[in-house]
């Protein structure tokens, strides 16, 4: 982890809307099109839907925020029991704010759920590996509308 001011995590407000969608952009746009394709990631931020999924869950409740110096640099989707959205800005990448952002998430819904979930694409070969080394158990491929997706799972004992 890097030195300096340690980052924060709070619920998101309404007031953050902005900074969350720009981020939830900024991170699709750089760090998914090797996986997803140029076609796949101009239509989701093109069309609105990458705003829109931020706006929908912020309404919501279960939005959290990673921020540093007054800057958000990460932030979660909690939805029942599965992490929906984990992003940290790319130029935050490899500093240790994944984990702190997941460690956040997995406590938030350990103490409510024994076993949590979240999905991930394939071909994301880094986040596999990040959910992996952080005790997260591949759990089943599901097929259908859209890319495949790989279901992640791990419960209050660690599996």
């Known amino acids: 982890m890097t030195t300096g001011a340690r980052p924060t995590i709070r619920p998101a407000t309404g007031e953050d809307l902005g900074e969350l969608q720009a981020?939830?952009?900024?991170?699709?746009?750089?760090?998914?099109?090797?996986?997803?394709?140029d076609e796949a990631v101009d239509w989701f931020i093109g069309s609105g839907a990458s705003d829109e999924h931020v706006r929908s869950h912020l309404?919501?409740?279960?939005?959290?925020?990673?921020?540093?110096?007054?800057?958000?640099?990460?932030?979660?989707?909690?939805?029942?029991?599965?992490?929906?959205?984990?992003m940290v800005d790319p130029d935050q990448h490899r500093r240790g704010w994944g984990r702190l952002l997941l460690r956040h998430a997995e406590e938030t819904l350990l103490a409510r759920y024994?076993?949590?979930r979240l999905e991930t694409f394939p071909d994301n070969v880094g986040a596999k590996a990040f959910y992996e080394a952080c005790g997260w158990v591949l759990a089943e491929r599901l097929e259908g509308d859209g890319p495949a997706k790989l279901v992640y799972t791990r419960s209050g004992t660690g599996g």
Request: aromatic share 4%; charged share 25%; net charge positive.
């Open 114 to 116: 024994p076993t949590i």
């Open 59 to 86: 309404e919501r409740g279960g939005v959290h925020c990673l921020t540093r110096d007054g800057r958000i640099v990460g932030h979660s989707i909690l939805d029942g029991r599965t992490v929906d959205l984990m």
């Open 23 to 37: 981020l939830a952009r900024r991170t699709i746009d750089t760090c998914y099109r090797g996986f997803l394709g």
